[in-house]
C-alpha cells in the first residue's frame, strides 16, 4: 500500500497554486510565500520548464537584469517536473499525470529478502578461512590452498564487476537479485558433494560459484535503497543491506567453529560435521532463492523521491552504460573515494581472512575464541553501519563523516597491532571490537557517498567499481600481510596495512564534497536559481528542466 511522502513536496501557500510556467525551488526566496501577485512577473527561486529555445524572446527576457545562474559540475543532468504539492499529481499537456512520489510497505520485505541472502553468501566467504587449520588437514593442502577460498571471491569479483553492473543497469534490480540468490543457492549444493579428503577442486568449485552470486549481490544496498526508501531514510536502508553482509560475516566467525570442531583424530567425524554445516547452507539458501523468485520486486509503483522520479522519467535511449563509466572515471572525487574505499575495506578482508592465524600465533588452541573475535569485530561494525546510516540521513555531512570514520578506523588499527601479543585475549576481544565499530561502519559510507557525488549515474555502477576497488586491494593486501605474517611476525603484516590507511586518511581529505542527489531532492542545483518564463502553458508537454553548460549562455 502506497503512501504520499510528505517530504517530497514542495511548500505552496495556501489557496495560491504555483505561478504558471514556474516550479517554486528553495532558492533565493521562499517557495512558501509564492502568491498570486507574483504571477506577474518572474521571481527568484523558480525553475523553467524546457521547450524553450534558449535563444527565444520568452527566455531572453525573463533572463535579463537576472544574475548568471551557478550550475551542476556534471555536463549535463535532467530532472523531470514533478507535483508542486504531496500527494496531487501534476497533468501533462494532455492531462496525463506525473507519477507523484511515494513510499511503499513492500520496500521492508525486498531489503528484508536480499539482506537474508546476502548473508548467506558472506558467511560462505569466511566459513573456511576461520578454521583454515581443520580444512588444511582434511584436505591435505596448504594455508595458501585455503586462503584462495576466501580470496577468489576477490579474484572474480573484478573481471565479472563490468557485465553485472550493465546487466543491472539494463536489465533491472529483480533478474540481478535473482541471480545472485540463485547462484549462491547452486554453490552451496555443490560443495555439499565435496566432503572427501580427495575433493578440494569440488570444494573450490562451489566457493567459485558462491564467488559470482557476490558479483550480483555486492552492488545491489546502494540501488535498493534509491529505488525503494525516500530521502530521509535511504542511508539507513544502504546501511541495513549491507548490514546483511556484515552479519554473514559474523555468522561465519561464529558458527564454524562450533559446527566443526577440531576432530583431526576422527575422519569420518569432521566430514560428517562438515556436511552437516554444508547442507545446512545449502537448505537455507535454497529457501531464499524461492523467496526471492515470489517477493522481490523491480521497483515500487511510484517512486519514492524526487531524485528517483527524474531518473525514471528519463528516456531509456539517453541511457549509454559506456558513457556512465567514462563519467565516473573523469569524476576525480569519485576516483579518490575509489581509492581510498579500496584501502579501507581491502584491509577489512585482509584482517578477515588472516584473522585466525593472527589469534593461533600468541594464542595457541584457541579456534573458538578466534572465531568470537571475528564475531566481535563484525556485530561492533554492524552497530557502527547502522549508526552511520542513521547520522547520514539527519545531517548529510557525508565527507565529515567519512574523514571522521576513516581517521577513527586508523587509530583502532594501531591499537589492535600492538595488543595483540599482550597475551590477554579479552584486550583482542576490545580492541577487535574498536577496531570494527570503526572499519566495518565505513562500508555504507563509502556507498552513499559515491552516489551523491556521481547522481544521476547507476547507482549500481559506482557501487560495483567501489567493490571493485575493495576486491584488488583485499587480494593484494591478504598476499602481502599473508606474506609478512608467516615470515616475520602479525604485528609487521598489520603495520603493513597501517601505513595504507594513513594514506587513505590522506587522500579522503582532498576528496571534494558535491552532494548532487541532495540537492536535486531539495531543488538546489548549487547555487541561486532563477526564473526563466515559459511562452504558454501548453509549453508543459515539455516537462524536462535541461541544466547543462550550454544554457548558461542564455541566462
Known sequence: MARPDDEEGIAVAPGHAPAKGYLP????????????????????????????????PAAASGALGSPQMQLASEEET????????????????????????????????????????????????IQYSIISNVFEGFYGVSSLHIDWLSMVYMLTYVPLIFPATWLLDTRGLRLTAMLGSGLNCLGAWIKCGSVQQHLFWVTMLGQSLCSVAQVFILGLPSRIASVWF????????????????????????????????????????????????????????????????????EKPDYPPSQAQAALQDSPPEEYSYKKSIRNLFKNIPFVLLLITYG????????????????????????????????????????????????????????????????????????????????????IVFVTGGVLGFFMTGYLPLGFEFAVEITYPESEGTS?????????????????????????????????????????GIILTALIKSDLRRHNINTRITNGDIKAVPVDSPADQESKTVRMSKQSESAI
Open 463 to 503: 557501487s560495483g567499481l567501489l567493490n571493485a576497488a575493495a576486491q584488488i586491494f583485499g587480494i593484494l593486501f591478504t598476499l602481502a600481510q599473508g606474506k609478512l605474517t608467516s615470515e616475520y611476525s602479525p604485528m609487521a603484516g598489520n603495520i603493513f596495512l597501517c601505513v595504507w590507511m594513513f594514506v
Open 25 to 56: 525551488v528553495p532558492g533565493s526566496s521562499s517557495a512558501g510565500k509564492t502568491s498570486a501577485d507574483s504571477q506577474s512577473e518572474p521571481k527568484a527561486g523558480c525553475l523553467a520548464l524546457n521547450g524553450v529555445p534558449r535563444d527565444s
Open 230 to 297: 525516500g530521502p530521509k531514510e535511504v542511508s539507513t536502508a544502504c546501511a541495513t543491506a549491507v548490514l546483511g553482509n556484515q552479519l554473514g560475516a559474523a555468522v561465519g566467525f561464529l558458527l564454524p567453529p562450533v559446527l566443526v570442531p577440531n576432530t583431526q583424530n576422527d575422519t569420518d567425524l569432521l566430514a560428517h560435521n562438515i556436511s552437516t554445516m554444508f547442507y545446512g547452507t545449502s537448505a537455507v539458501s535454497t529457501f531464499l532463492f524461492i523467496l526471492t523468485v515470489i517477493a522481490f520486486k
Open 343 to 426: 584501502i579501507m575495506t581491502g584491509a577489512f578482508y585482509s584482517v578477515s581472512t588472516l584473522l585466525n592465524q593472527m589469534i593461533l600465533t600468541y594464542y595457541e588452541g584457541e579456534e573458538v575464541n578466534a572465531g568470537r573475535i571475528g564475531l566481535t569485530l563484525v556485530v561492533a561494525g554492524m552497530v557502527g553501519s547502522i549508526l552511520c546510516g542513521l547520522w547520514l540521513d539527519y545531517t548529510k555531512t557525508y565527507k565529515q563523516t567519512t574523514l571522521i570514520v576513516y581517521i577513527l578506523s586508523f587509530f583502532g588499527m594501531v591499537i589492535f597491532t600492538f595488543t595483540l601479543d599482550l597475551g590477554h585475549i579479552i
Open 78 to 125: 535532467q530532472v523531470r517536473l514533478l507535483p508542486t504539492v504531496p500527494g496531487e499529481e501534476t497533468p501533462g499537456a494532455e492531462g496525463s499525470p506525473v507519477p507523484r512520489t511515494a513510499l511503499s510497505a513492500r520496500r521492508f520485505v525486498v531489503l528484508l529478502i536480499f539482506s537474508l541472502y546476502s548473508l548467506v553468501n558472506a558467511f560462505q566467504w
